[in-house]
């Protein structure tokens, strides 16, 4: 039995944060039931297309029971009343207030069913004096300093939605978790109010002991971990393509200068760390990648290749762990092979796989 089976989720969220949170509920046994307005959320239209319907809403929705409702009618309203007081969870992510005015806030719902758990996702929480900003996650990461501690000179807009997955989706399936135990011994359920924000200063947490150790906070760029070492940087190889280099212990840092071939004057980065970073990145650039492979692997220093997505996925060792088991069965596979676990499923006729209920779709 799946730890979930027999709870219900509302989803009354869009985008990312709160369809993936309900997500992982549906992937552990609930059954979720995904609220959405006439026409479908706006994530419906994001390409790329698999026969009419978007890849991405396909992935983060499947498994749901999908029920089209106007909460600014009354009548459909109505239609939530019975749904409402057999729910376990809700989760919404509108701006804070807006559940409240279309009449289904938690003083609302916690009328109905005592025993629901609330959970409100947002950018920057219920309350505050920023509650009714608006963002994305590049602004919630700006907000929280966590852009700052780049390099002055080579900022870059990060590859992942930090915000959205850990500090939406993440902290929202973990306090849904603890709401759901808490339950079990108090009978009763709660509001859980999720801001993105909040989460991104975890990510900190090592500029804020330096800062509160040292009465300084890093500047841009000097942070360790953030471009300040030279035993942490990407440099590019003869062939363009990158080499992490993660090679903060010091035995890692022996053994990755000596693979390299580092000078001795230059392995001591105490002396210059920029002069240090400078000569590594002389010696790396010039070998190809392919050629860097092996000395790495051999070296066992913490020094790789960084892999495309695409040759990620290929690569035997998560294939091996089944991340990419799930395979698609109409057209898009002859595009596409496989998509990972837990955001993928079969589809069917161009649209998401409804598990417990096939066909409900209204």
């Not at 920057?124 to 990461?141: K, L, M, V, W």
């Not at 500029?207 to 942490?232: D, I, K, Q």
């Not at 290929?314 to 698609?328: M, Q, T």
Request: aromatic share 6%; with cysteine.
């Amino acid at each position: 039995m799946q730890p979930l089976a027999g709870l219900t989720v509302l989803d009354f969220s869009t985008l990312l944060p709160g369809p993936l949170a309900a997500l992982m509920l549906a992937e552990a046994g609930a059954e979720v039931i995904k609220i959405e307005r006439p026409g479908g959320e706006d994530m419906r239209s994001f390409p790329p297309l698999w026969d009419g319907e978007s890849a991405v809403y396909a992935m983060l929705n499947r498994g749901k029971t999908r029920l089209t409702l106007d909460l600014k009618s009354e009548a459909d309203r109505a239609r939530l009343e019975p749904l409402i007081k057999r729910a376990d969870i809700l989760i919404e992510q509108f701006r804070p207030g807006v559940m409240e005015r279309l009449g289904l806030g938690f003083d609302a719902v916690h009328g109905l069913n005592p025993k629901l758990i609330y959970c409100s996702i947002s950018g920057y929480g219920a309350a505050g004096p920023r509650a009714q900003e608006a963002g994305h996650d590049i602004n919630y990461i700006g907000a929280t300093g966590m852009l700052a501690l780049q390099a002055a000179e080579h900022p870059v807009v990060p590859p992942m939605l930090a915000a959205d997955i850990a500090g939406g989706s993440f902290p929202a399936v973990i306090n849904i978790l603890l709401a759901l135990r808490t339950r079990d011994r108090s009978g009763k359920g709660c509001r859980i109010d999720i801001a993105m924000t909040d989460a991104m200063f975890t990510f900190g947490w090592y500029a804020m002991a330096l800062g509160l150790a040292a009465g300084r906070f890093p500047g841009p760029g000097e942070l360790a971990l953030a471009g300040g070492s030279p035993r942490y940087q990407i440099y590019p190889a003869k062939d363009r393509r990158l080499i992490a280099c993660g090679a903060l212990e010091q035995k890692f840092w022996n053994a990755f200068t000596r693979a390299i071939g580092l000078p001795p004057e230059l392995a001591d980065d105490r002396r210059d760390p920029a002069a240090t970073r400078a000569g590594v990145a002389r010696l790396i650039a010039a070998k190809t990648s392919e050629e860097w492979r092996p000395v790495f692997a051999k070296a066992d220093c913490c020094a790789s290749v960084i892999a495309s997505l695409e040759e990620a996925m290929r690569d035997p060792h998560f294939v091996e762990r089944g991340l990419f088991d799930h395979k698609l069965e109409n057209e898009a596979s002859r595009r596409i092979s496989a998509l990972p676990v837990p955001i993928a499923e079969q589809f069917r006729d161009g649209r998401a796989t409804v598990k417990r209920a096939p066909g409900k779709d209204d």
